[in-house]
């Protein structure tokens, strides 16, 4: 059984993430429709049939547009907090209260034999959450949506071998582009998104505390570059000594297809 990563898509305009241990198949989010679902993972040869838990990171249109449907064409079960749910279940449409499972962050839950966390994150939704997914060939660490990297992400993400990283807009694109006032001062706010400097300097800790492959997540269409986003990763990687391949693979998450998988051995 071979055990990987990969985004299926990524951005405002849909999210999922796939991960597959030695115990346990877990999607994070599922923004995209049920059709490109089951096509997505067709092309990693895994059964939507198969998969063991939905995991919910907030109520967001971009990250729960498929759930519902999913839920009833496969039978799988969705963890979510009660907060969560309870916002997303308008959008959920009728789905079988028997398959959802409430999670508290802070504290562990297991997926056959997989544990998995799931930390506050700074973002505005009503509790919104990443997880650290354990695994025997290495831990893997979704945080997409946060305003800030902080002392929960650091916590909860150090010692990942891989992690999906927010990297969602450069500054300058921002505050020199055409959104509302009131928009950009979200986004760059607290509780909106973390920019390609914040990543970057969460890259470093990451990468200091073990991390050997990162995704850089949820680019921008208007705000940011795939090239920039990486550039900028990559430059503060160089200044404290690692080396690109060599010390951390990093990849940008694709947008409207799956990206490449993250093998973990
Ligand atoms: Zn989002
Ligand atoms: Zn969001």
């Known amino acids: 059984m071979t055990c990987f990563g990969v985004s299926l898509r990524s951005g405002s305009s849909g999210n999922s993430t796939f991960i597959r241990t030695e115990s346990a198949s877990l999607v994070v989010d599922l923004g995209l429709n049920g059709k490109r679902f089951a096509m997505a993972l067709d092309e990693f040869d895994q059964d939507p049939n198969q998969v063991d ?5 907030h109520e967001h249109i971009d990250h729960i547009s498929g759930v519902g449907v999913v ?3 496969h039978k799988i079960p969705l963890y979510t907090t009660l907060s969560t749910f309870t916002k997303a279940e308008a959008q959920l449409g009728k789905i079988d209260y028997d398959l959802v499972h409430l999670i508290v962050p802070g504290n562990p839950f297991t997926i056959r034999d997989t544990e998995v966390m799931a930390f506050p994150t700074s973002h505005d939704a009503v509790d919104p959450v990443g997880f650290r997914i354990s695994s025997k060939h290495g831990d893997v660490g979704v945080m997409t949506d946060a305003g800030e990297f902080n002392e929960y992400a650091r916590e909860n993400l150090k010692g990942c071998k891989l992690v999906f990283l927010e990297s969602n807009y450069d500054k300058e694109m921002l505050w020199n582009g055409d959104y509302p006032y009131p928009l950009k001062v979200r986004i760059d706010g607290r509780s909106g998104h973390l920019s390609n400097v914040e990543a970057a300097q969460a890259a470093c800790f990451l990468l200091d505390h073990g991390t050997e492959a990162l ?3 949820h ?3 208007e705000n940011n570059l795939p090239a920039l986003a990486l550039d900028t990763v990559k430059e503060a990687l160089e200044e404290i000594g690692a080396q690109n391949e060599k010390d951390v693979r990093i990849r940008v998450s694709e947008r409207y297809r799956c990206s490449a998988p993250f093998v973990l051995e």
Do not use: D, F
Request: proline share 0%.
């Open 215 to 217: 995704a850089l997540s």
């Open 71 to 73: 839920m009833r064409r």
């Open 219 to 221: 680019l921008s269409q």
């Open 53 to 57: 838990a939905i995991l919910l990171t």
